[in-house]
């Protein structure tokens, strides 16, 4: 079977977003970064990009590599018709739990976009505290040009935080790591206790209720 052209790739991944596009309706595409560290903030990205140029190479944060993420943020960002960042940072998350903290970012991404939009393509969340109708896809960042756009401009904006926090805090590699479980991050924790960047409602298994 004959491998998709880039081109083939992007028609399919813009199938959800042409619907729109076809009425002359600019919907926003909008995703996350640092649901599951066990250090930093949660990070979401709200994002509108027209149906012209479309970018090559976007896709599912998860699917694309560091460098080229990098690469694409900026891109993303200058062709964009808007973009907005919301953070939620380890103390809310403690205080309130990483679900409601996860829409708090998604609401406040779509606020810093300072821009109408009636439409949002999300990945796999919904009743989120905006003016706009929700349009909430499983996997969403798989299958919208506008959600993998989103998931890679919030993984930048968060990656480029921890990697700098990295110096801030260096026995826990944060730039490595970037805050997830890794074995590493683990043992670190243990034998350093955490910073002042841990979810202490993460660490509770870890070190047996006493963070």
């Not at 076809?22 to 994002?47: Q, S, T, W, Y």
């Not at 998860?62 to 964009?80: D, F, G, N, W």
Request: aromatic share 6%; with cysteine; glycine share 8%.
């Amino acid at each position: 079977m004959a491998r998709r052209s880039e081109r083939e790739r992007l028609q399919e991944l813009t199938r959800m977003e042409r619907k729109f596009w076809e009425k002359e309706i600019f919907p926003a595409g909008m995703d996350e970064a640092g649901r599951g560290p066990l250090a930093g903030p949660v990070v979401a990205a709200c994002v509108i990009l027209p149906p012209a140029p479309l970018i090559e190479s976007v896709n599912d944060s998860k699917k694309v590599s560091e460098r080229r993420r990098e690469m694409l943020a900026p891109i993303i960002r200058e062709t964009a018709l808007a973009v907005g960042i919301g953070w939620v940072d380890e103390r809310e998350i403690d205080r309130r739990n990483i679900l409601e903290a996860t829409k708090t970012a998604f609401a406040r991404a779509y606020e810093a976009m300072d821009s109408p939009c009636a439409h949002v393509l999300v990945d796999a969340m919904s009743g989120l505290a905006i003016p706009a109708e929700q349009h909430a896809l499983i996997h969403g960042d798989a299958l919208s040009y506008l959600i993998a756009a989103a998931s890679i401009v919030a993984k930048v904006e968060r990656d480029g935080y921890m990697r700098r926090m990295d110096e801030a805090y260096p026995h826990y590699g944060f730039a490595k790591n970037k805050g997830y479980g890794t074995a590493e991050h683990i043992a670190a924790i243990r034998k350093y206790g955490p910073c002042p960047l841990h979810r202490r409602s993460f660490l509770k298994n870890i070190l047996g209720g006493g963070a």
